[in-house]
Each structure stands twice: as C-alpha cells, then as structure tokens.
C-alpha cells in the first residue's frame, strides 16, 4: 500500500515521545542529552538555532547517526539521550522516527523552534 505524507507523520507521531520544553529543561539539566536542530541550514541562518543545539538537517541525519559511514558524528549516540525539533515539529518527528527504526532509544521529538524559544529555551544566533 502507498503511503502518504499524512500516513508517514502519523505513524512517526505514534511512535516517538513528544516533550515539552520544560521537560527538555530538566533533561539537559539532568544529562548530557544532546539538541538536534534537523532544520535546513539557510532556516537556522535566518532564525538561529537553540542555545548549544546543534544543526544537522533532516537530509544528513541518517548518515550522521550511523557509525559505519564516514560522516557519523561522534556526538550523535545510543547512550544519550536526543532531542529533536525543526521548525514546526512534523521534520523532527519524521527525523525521531528514522532514529529509533536505526535503534536509537532515547530519542524525543521537542516539535518547533518557535514555539520552544516563546516558551523561554534560550536561543543564540547562527555561527558560520
């Protein structure tokens, strides 16, 4: 059967934690859990991005989280804990969904950037 966007988002919703900023507050102050701006780059230049996330677009994601290709990055790893968000929530969500089929567990979907600057995550500006 083919799938649709809408098929894809509900399936990536139903199989991720949503989180809420607070909690990601008390996450990061509680761990090392790492924030992944999976937004475009050009997105994160206009908006800059949350305080100490970092930006690896939805597109890079898989290569960057597998260890077996050259462009993993060490920071992306099973024993800590990943939040993700892009700019309304339906990316991260998809992004969320593609990690945990890779057998990443601790992965949360924090939905939008605004919503979670607006709900007091600090934020910084974009750094070439």
Known sequence: MTKTVKDMLAAAHEATTRITPMEVL????????????VRDPHEVVQTGKLKGAKNISRGML???????????????????????????????????????????????????FKDAAEAGIETEPHQS
């Not at 008390?26 to 701006?37: F, G, I, K, S, T």
């Not at 260890?67 to 990316?91: E, M, N």
């Not at 990690?99 to 939905?111: F, I, T």
């Open 26 to 37: 008390a996450l990061m102050a509680q761990e090392d859990a790492l924030l992944l701006d």
């Open 62 to 112: 898989e290569f960057r989280a597998d260890p077996a290709t050259p462009y993993h990055d060490p920071d992306i790893r099973k024993d800590r804990a990943l939040v993700l968000y892009c700019a309304s929530g339906g990316r991260s969500a998809l992004a969320c969904k593609t990690l945990k089929d890779m057998g990443y567990e601790r992965v949360h979907n924090l939905g939008g």
